[in-house]
């Protein structure tokens, strides 16, 4: 059997001629079905209306939904772990005594029944400078590029809501879910342990460089006088050589402040960096539901014309 080979060009010229011939069968499809329509123009108007009334009905304010979101701090758990106890949120089953999202988080049923797509999301730090700028929401960023830094101890929550005005309650629910959890609780009193020994040597370190830039500590012998030196403000109290150690205990004092940030906000297993913040922008909002609600009403009307012009010839077909 012969092989015919082919360069670029006319590989490229192929990819060019079967994608013309696509948009064509399309422009060819939309133009029947307009016809369809201006023929069968009471069928296809019904049912725009009814889809459009349906979808207006869909969207009516007590029935619209919104985003909730927020990001955590992690002390001692792993995005993984809370990922997994997340996940048993999404999956409670109403239906269950012991599954259920009311039972699972403490809260009355009717809350429960207004909150549901319970999920996580990776934090990004794309400048590597330890400041969140991205939370990757549409999870493009995978773990295997290392050129991307996943934030290890910060984790995104997020849910949907019926009922905006009792988001307060369902995140309490939620961190107390999340941190009365034993294995939480082991692993947050270990690593708070280690900060708070992390914190005692860096206090200890800055006292002892202190100590050595005062030559009063190794060489003032008891019997000599306390020198008074001039200074623009006044006078100082014997020598202080602290040009010896200032660039060391300015850089050990900088790691001190964030070993004292990295205590003062670790009092639980996870911390909320900020409350739930409710996107206002509903995800069934009326705008967006009646585009939905006609296009869908117009194609189902165009089959129900369809059906009504070749009705005969599909009973035939049927019976054959």
């Known amino acids: 059997m012969e092989h015919k080979e082919m ?39 019904i049912w ?3 889809g459009l009334a349906a979808a207006l009905y869909y969207a009516r304010p007590d029935n619209r939904i919104y985003k909730v979101d927020a990001v955590a701090r992690l002390n001692g758990v792993t995005n993984e772990m809370v990922n997994q106890e997340f996940q048993l949120l999404a999956k409670a ?13 403490g809260v009355d049923a009717e809350l429960a029944a207004t909150n549901d797509r319970f999920k996580t999301f990776d934090v990004i730090d794309l400048l590597a400078d330890s400041t969140i700028d991205v939370v990757d929401y549409k999870n493009k960023y995978t773990r295997m590029d290392t050129l991307i830094r996943h934030v290890p101890n910060m984790i995104a929550l997020q849910f949907r809501t019926k009922c905006p005005a009792r988001v307060p309650e369902m995140q309490q629910a939620i961190l107390n879910y999340l941190n009365n959890q034993p294995y939480f609780q082991t692993l947050y009193a270990r690593h708070r342990a280690n900060l708070e020994r992390e914190v005692r ?9 202190d100590s050595l830039t005062s030559v009063f500590y190794y060489s003032y012998n008891g019997k000599e006088q306390l020198q008074l030196d001039p200074w623009d403000d006044g006078v100082v109290l014997g020598r202080r050589e602290i040009e010896l150690f200032l660039e060391d205990i300015y850089m050990e004092m900088r790691v001190r402040d964030v070993a004292d940030a990295q205590l003062a906000v670790c009092t639980a297993p996870v911390v909320l960096r900020s409350d739930f913040a409710v996107n206002p922008r509903a995800i069934n909002g009326p705008l967006r539901m009646a585009v939905w609600g006609v296009l869908i009403g117009w194609i189902l009307g165009l089959m129900v014309a369809a059906w009504v012009e070749n009705r005969k010839s599909i009973t035939r077909w049927l019976k054959a």
Not at 14 to 19: D, E, L, R
Not at 27 to 44: A, E, F, K, N
């Open 48 to 50: 725009v209306a009814i």
């Open 201 to 209: 040597f860096h206090h200890k370190q800055v006292e002892k460089l």
């Open 93 to 105: 089953i109403p239906q269950f005594t012991n599954q259920n999202l009311s039972q699972l988080l």
């Open 7 to 45: 360069n670029l060009f006319e590989l490229c010229a192929a990819m060019f001629n079967g994608i013309g011939k696509a948009i064509m069968w399309l422009v060819y499809r939309l133009g029947d079905m307009l016809r369809l329509t201006y023929r069968q123009w009471w069928i296809v108007l």
